[in-house]
């Protein structure tokens, strides 16, 4: 079975320049998770999607990021403008049901430097 | 206050140690326990997962949670360096979502041949 796949893996841009990530998550998995994850700490959630629906982005900063998911499949998230502290790994997730006791699988993520 | 709190380490042992992984928690709500492996450049990766107080085991791994101290533990025994990796506990609230699953920073473990 197919893992979580992201693009890019690596990424540098210069403040105030926009960026976008894509996530192809396991296939048949329902719920899928953007996590935000700085250099030291545990993944933040920024949001999740229930097929093409979103059920939590409140600790998504919309005035900069945003994210959508096509026909409940693969999905983009974009930053404009990017400041310095958005430097992190972006992990996208999925799991089949998105319940209580589900699993999250992990993909590689993409690491953003800003400079 | 953060709701799990963890030892960010770095933790360095001999190959063989018993390695201990620790977190305490805040919410006592949680029931839902789980830890997390991330090897460097990866996504983290499922580990071991408990419901409510007490002992899990998983061939060397044993996953404990003390509610009444709000106390998380993972132990490795006979460790090897492929255990190198930065270890992730998290908790969830009975019932939530798994995008309420709330991370601890990590401790990072460097196992030595």
């Known amino acids: 079975e197919a893992g979580v796949a992201q693009s890019p893996r690596y990424k540098i841009i210069e403040k105030r320049q926009s960026v976008a990530f894509w996530c192809n998550p396991i296939s048949g998995h329902a719920t899928l998770y953007w996590y935000q994850q700085i250099l030291g700490q545990g993944p933040k959630l920024l949001i999740q999607f229930q097929n093409n629906g979103v059920v939590d982005d409140s600790q998504l900063p919309k005035d900069r990021f945003s994210a959508e998911r096509l026909k409940g499949v693969d999905s983009t998230l974009k930053i404009q403008p990017a400041k310095l502290e958005d430097s992190a790994v972006y992990l996208c997730?999925?799991?089949?049901?998105?319940?209580?006791?589900?699993?999250?699988?992990f993909g590689p993520g993409t690491r953003l430097t800003v400079l | 206050q953060k709701e799990v709190e963890q030892d960010p380490g770095p933790l360095s042992v001999p190959e063989g140690a018993i390695v201990s992984l620790n977190c305490t928690y805040s919410?006592?709500?949680?029931?839902?326990f789980m830890w997390y492996r991330q090897y460097s450049r990866k996504g983290p990766e499922l580990l071991m997962y408990?419901?409510?107080?007490g002992n899990k085991e998983d061939g060397r791994f044993t996953a404990q949670v003390d509610k009444s101290s709000k106390y998380i533990s993972l132990f490795i025994r006979d460790s090897q360096p492929s255990d190198s990796a930065t270890y992730l506990c998290?908790?969830?609230?009975?019932?939530?979502?798994?995008?309420?699953?709330?991370f601890g920073k990590g401790t990072k473990l460097s196992v030595k041949p």
């Open positions: 408990t419901y409510s107080s």
């Open positions: 998290a908790s969830l609230n009975y019932g939530g979502s798994q995008g309420n699953l709330i």
């Open positions: 919410n006592s709500a949680f029931q839902y």
């Open positions: 997730a999925s799991s089949p049901t998105g319940g209580w006791t589900d699993t999250q699988y």
